[in-house]
C-alpha cells in the first residue's frame, strides 16, 4: 500500500498550489480520501474529504471556497486545489486513505507547502 503526496512548494500569498496524491496497493474506489495538515507545533488537521463515490465533499472553514478537493477513481489520484493561499495555510500536507466500510487507512509521507513573502 502506498500515497504518494506530491506538488508541494514556496509560494507567495494569494498564489495556488495544486497537490496530488497517488493511491497504490489497495482498491481505490473504496476508501473515502481526505487532506490534512499540520503546522509547526500545533496538532495535524483535516482539511477537506471526498467520500469513495466522490459525490459528497466537505472543508474545514478556514480554507472554504479556497481549496477544492476532487479524485479520479479511473486513476486511483486525489487533488487539492489550493488558492488564495495564506499564511496561514503554511504546514506538511498529509493524504488519507479510509476504507468505507471496514478498520483500514493509510497515510501518504506528507508534502510540506510554505506560504510566505
Known amino acids: 500500500v502506498e500515497l504518494v503526496e506530491s506538488g508541494g512548494g514556496w509560494v507567495q500569498p494569494g498564489g495556488s498550489l495544486r497537490l496530488s496524491c497517488a493511491a497504490s496497493?489497495?482498491?481505490?474506489?473504496?476508501?473515502?480520501m481526505s487532506w490534512h495538515r499540520q503546522a509547526p507545533g500545533k496538532e495535524r488537521e483535516l482539511v477537506a474529504s471526498?467520500?469513495?463515490?466522490?459525490?459528497?465533499?466537505s472543508y474545514a472553514d478556514s480554507v472554504k471556497g479556497r481549496f477544492t478537493i476532487s479524485r479520479d477513481n479511473d486513476r486511483n489520484t486525489v487533488v487539492l486545489q489550493m488558492n488564495n493561499l495564506k499564511p496561514a495555510d503554511t504546514g506538511v500536507y498529509y493524504c488519507?486513505?479510509?476504507?468505507?466500510?471496514?478498520?483500514?487507512?493509510?497515510w501518504g509521507q506528507g508534502t510540506q507547502v510554505t506560504v510566505s513573502s
Open positions: 488519507k486513505a479510509v476504507r468505507r466500510f471496514g478498520n483500514s487507512n493509510y
Open positions: 496497493g489497495f482498491t481505490f474506489n473504496n476508501y473515502d
Open positions: 471526498i467520500l469513495s463515490f466522490g459525490g459528497f465533499t
